[in-house]
C-alpha cells in the first residue's frame, strides 16, 4: 500500500493548483476509496513502538489531529494508512456552516496553514451515524468535542456532547483553545474550566453503560505561565487522562507569505518551537503526573522524537501532511524504530521526557 502513496507527489500540483478547502474535500474524498482492512498501525504492536497512556494501549505513538476529519468520515482509512490512533471532529451539537469562505490559507513558502474554520461540521446526529456503523472494527478512535458558536450555555453543549459520544468514544477530546470562535478560548480560565470539567465527568457518568473513555483536554499555546499552572492544577485535581498542547496559534511572528495577515490559527512548521516549548512547560507544571500529547509543526521522525523526549507519550499531525501526503504517518512511525535502534531503546515509554 505504501507505494500507492508516491501518487501523492504526482498530484500534488494539481492539488495545490485548488484552494485550499476543496483540495482537503477532495483528500477526505480519496481516503474514502481506501480498502478497509488490517491496521498497518496493528503491525507495529510488537516492536516496541507500542504506548499506554490513560487505560488506551496504542499501537504506536503517531496519530492523526482533529480538524482533519471534521465528520467522522475516515477514521478507519485513517488507521489503514499506518497511524497509531486519530482524532475526529470538533464535533458540535448541531450542524454549523463555520466561518464565511474563504477560511483556509496555505502558507507554502512558510510550510504553514492558517484556518479560521469556526467548527463547521455536519453535527452530533450525522457523526453518531458513521461512528455507530464503525464501532466493531476497533482502533483508538478519540472524538473531538466543541459547543456550537450560537450556544447560550457553552458548558451545556459540552455536557452534551459528552453524554452523546461517551459509548463510541475511545476517549474524548475538549476543546477550548481554538481561536475561530469568539469567546471560547475564555474557557481555559481556571473557574469556567474547572466547571465545563465537572460538567463533562457528570455527562460522561450519566451515559451509564461501561463505557468511560478517558477525557483529554486540548490546550493553546498562546498562555502565559500562570495559566500553565492553572490547567496543570486543574487537570490533574480532576484526573484527566492526558493534555493535548497544543492547538493552533495567533501569533505571526518570521512568515513571509501573502497570506501571513489572513485571521485565524496559525500551524505547521511556524508553530513547531512554540509548541515544543509550551509542551515543556507542562511537563514541568505536572511533574510528569499527566501524560501529553505533542501536537504542532511536527513534519518527520526527529522531530516526533524530539516531542517524545520533552514528555510527549503520543504525538498528532495535520498540516504537515498538507505538503507531505498522508504516507507521513507511516514514514515517521518508520523513523521511530530506526531512532530507537539507534539510540538502543526497546520502547518509547523509555525516552518520554528523557531529555
Do not use: C
Request: net charge neutral.
Amino acid at each position: 500500500m505504501l507505494s500507492q502513496f508516491k501518487l501523492f507527489d504526482l498530484a500534488r500540483p494539481a492539488i495545490f493548483a485548488l484552494d485550499s478547502e476543496t483540495g482537503h474535500k477532495l483528500a477526505i474524498k480519496a481516503l474514502k476509496a481506501i480498502p478497509i482492512g488490517t491496521s498497518l498501525s496493528r503491525r507495529s504492536e510488537s516492536s516496541g513502538l507500542g504506548v499506554t497512556v490513560a487505560g488506551l494501549d496504542f499501537p504506536n505513538p503517531v496519530g492523526v489531529a482533529a480538524g482533519f476529519d471534521k465528520d467522522a468520515e475516515v477514521p478507519d482509512a485513517l488507521l489503514a494508512l499506518g497511524f497509531g490512533f486519530t482524532e475526529v471532529g470538533s464535533i458540535t451539537p448541531r450542524p454549523q456552516a463555520g466561518n464565511p469562505k474563504p477560511r483556509l490559507f496555505r502558507l507554502t513558502e512558510d510550510q504553514a496553514v492558517i484556518n479560521r474554520m469556526g467548527f463547521n461540521n455536519a453535527g452530533a446526529a450525522a457523526a453518531l451515524e458513521r461512528l455507530k456503523a464503525r464501532q466493531a472494527r476497533g482502533g483508538i478512535v478519540g472524538i473531538n468535542i466543541g459547543a456550537n458558536k450560537d450556544s447560550e450555555d457553552r458548558i451545556a453543549d459540552y455536557a452534551e456532547m459528552a453524554r452523546v459520544m461517551t459509548p463510541y468514544a475511545s476517549y474524548l477530546a475538549v476543546n477550548v483553545s481554538s481561536p475561530n470562535t469568539p469567546g471560547l478560548r475564555a474557557l481555559q480560565d481556571e473557574g469556567a474550566l474547572s466547571a465545563l470539567i465537572d460538567g463533562v465527568i457528570a455527562a460522561r457518568a450519566e451515559a451509564g453503560g461501561k463505557a468511560m473513555p478517558p477525557i483529554f483536554l486540548k490546550v493553546a499555546p498562546d498562555l502565559e505561565p500562570q495559566d500553565v499552572d492553572a490547567i496543570s492544577r486543574i487537570a490533574l485535581d480532576k484526573g484527566l487522562g492526558a493534555l493535548i498542547v497544543s492547538n493552533t496559534t495567533i501569533s505571526r511572528e518570521g512568515l513571509t507569505s501573502r497570506y501571513a495577515s489572513e485571521m485565524g490559527g496559525l500551524s505547521g512548521k511556524p508553530l513547531r518551537m512554540l509548541a515544543l516549548q509550551r509542551l515543556r512547560d507542562f511537563r514541568k507544571a505536572t511533574g510528569g503526573e499527566l501524560p501529553l500529547i505533542g501536537v504542532g509543526g511536527i513534519a518527520n521522525a526527529e522531530h516526533a522524537w524530539e516531542r517524545i523526549r520533552a514528555g510527549a507519550s503520543l504525538i498528532q499531525l495535520y498540516s504537515a501532511m498538507v505538503y507531505h501526503g498522508p504516507s507521513l504517518g507511516a514514514q515517521i512511525v518508520q523513523g521511530l524504530q530506526r531512532i530507537m535502534d539507534r539510540e538502543g531503546i526497546s520502547s518509547i515509554a523509555e525516552a518520554v521526557g528523557s531529555e
